[in-house]
């Protein structure tokens, strides 16, 4: 059973890495993405789409609950979101991530908010079997 492993310093949030693809598997980007199970649907930096991914607007969400309070968010379908595996090594107070490795744990044509940074939201997370442990580790797996 595919799984891929996030480890967090307590007190932290979990991290996961991502990657954006087209659906041709062509790489767009790398990046640190928040796990949110706050939020309802994933979300991608405005400037990052506008900049490199040039994804076209396929609809707006209006009147979106957030911490901060009520919002509206213009939203896009991403080809491909694939989880990478991090490997890190922990150096005193520093954790160094050395590697990514590949896994199979991608969704196709997700639908991501444009915002500020990169989160996994709900419509990512509940597509797998996710599990978090006292020690401080999250567990995405594929039945």
Same mark, same amino acid.
């Given at each position: 059973m595919p799984s891929v492993?996030? $480890?967090? $310093?307590? =007190? +932290?949030?979990?991290? #996961?890495?991502? $990657?954006?693809?087209? =659906? +041709?598997?062509?790489?767009? %980007?790398? #990046?640190? #993405?928040?796990?949110? %199970?706050?939020? %309802?649907?994933?979300?991608?930096?405005?400037?990052?789409?506008?900049?490199?991914?040039?994804?076209s607007k396929a609809g707006c969400d209006g009147k979106v609950d957030t911490a901060l309070g009520e919002a +509206?968010?213009?939203?896009?379908v991403v080809p491909r979101m694939t989880l990478m595996m991090k490997r890190e090594i922990n150096i005193g107070p520093l954790y160094v991530t050395y590697a990514l490795e590949e896994t199979d744990l991608s969704l196709d044509n997700v639908e991501a908010w444009l915002g500020d940074d990169y989160?996994?939201?709900m419509n990512f997370i509940d597509k797998f079997d996710v599990t978090m442990s006292k020690a401080g580790i999250m567990t995405f797996r594929r039945d």
């Open positions: 492993e996030y $480890r967090k $310093r307590p =007190g +932290s949030p979990y991290f #996961a890495a991502l $990657r954006i693809e087209l =659906g +041709s598997g062509e790489v767009l %980007t790398q #990046a640190r #993405a928040l796990v949110d %199970t706050g939020a %309802t649907k994933c979300v991608i930096p405005r400037e990052d789409n506008e900049r490199l991914l040039h994804f +509206s968010y213009d939203w896009v989160m996994i939201g």
